[in-house]
């Protein structure tokens, strides 16, 4: 049952898409129109939008006819490079998670958002297990914070404008201007941290992996125990680790880039 929440309007779009996707040949507003059941004057103009943002591929013979556009390639491609890289740097982190005991994550950016693609979890008793592929606030990732550290002032003013610091404990960064101050420390120390801001009890430690032109690919992380965190000996060891398979990280990737390139 749909929740109260469905928007007519773009789940037409949507069921547009889905019948183009599997229709063996090009197709007409009235042919979609009968099929989907959906008036002809409203999908007249999803077809318009659809065709103006490249979902959707208009004939120019008569009569006007409508297939799937290549934007979807372009999404797939990029989902499928996001993807690549996730296995790609798998070992370190499966190496992480061994050497540290911890559950290892690895994080991307995506539009405005940043997204965990890849985890191990650790041989411990309790894992801190993160939700792959979905958006998460800025200010309680210590990932997210090494990803938006690279950026300009200005672009990490623009990701912020647009999202809402989540207050998850009392801890938690949620004045834009203090958490501006924490990017730029996460900048000059070269990691982000998470002290009980995502849980109590829960602490993280993340450094970016940098590609050969100096942009930010990603970053790795590990989660545990608060208390490893503050203790000074273990937190130093935990960091080393973390340094270390982000340098891996980066060196496996631009193995790769050199390859393609040949």
């Not at 008569?62 to 556009?69: A, F, K, M």
């Not at 740097?89 to 958002?113: C, H, I, K, Y």
Request: proline letters at 3%.
């Amino acid at each position: 049952m749909k929740d109260n929440i469905t928007v007519p309007a773009v789940e037409r779009a949507l069921d547009v898409l889905e019948y183009l996707a599997e229709a063996d040949e090009a197709k007409t507003l009235k042919e979609i129109a009968d099929e989907l059941k959906i008036p002809s004057a409203s999908l007249f103009r999803i077809m318009k939008n659809l065709v103006f943002r490249e979902y959707v591929i208009q004939s120019d013979k008569q009569p006007v006819c409508y297939s799937l556009g290549y934007k979807f390639s372009q999404l797939a491609a990029r989902f499928a490079d996001k993807a690549s890289i996730g296995s790609l740097v798998r070992p370190d982190m499966e190496w992480l998670s061994r050497e540290s005991g911890q559950t290892t994550q690895f994080a991307v950016q995506r539009g405005n958002d940043v997204i965990y693609i890849e985890q191990v979890l650790s041989q411990a008793p309790v894992n801190l297990i993160a939700h792959l592929y979905t958006p998460m606030a800025p200010n309680i990732s210590a990932g997210a914070k090494c990803i938006l550290a690279q950026m300009p002032v200005e672009n990490q003013r623009v990701i912020l404008e647009k999202c809402v610091l989540e207050k998850n404990t009392e801890h938690t960064i949620t004045d834009k201007n203090v958490f501006l101050q924490e990017l730029r420390l996460t900048k000059e120390r070269g990691y982000g941290t998470d002290n009980e801001e995502f849980s109590l009890g829960v602490g993280c430690i993340a450094v970016p992996v940098m590609g050969r032109g100096g942009e930010c690919i990603g970053a790795v992380g590990i989660t545990g125990r608060i208390d490893e965190y503050r203790d000074g000996e273990k937190f130093l060891f935990l960091k080393r680790l973390v340094e270390e398979a982000g340098r891996k990280m980066g060196e496996r990737l631009l193995k790769v880039s050199l390859k393609a390139n040949i």
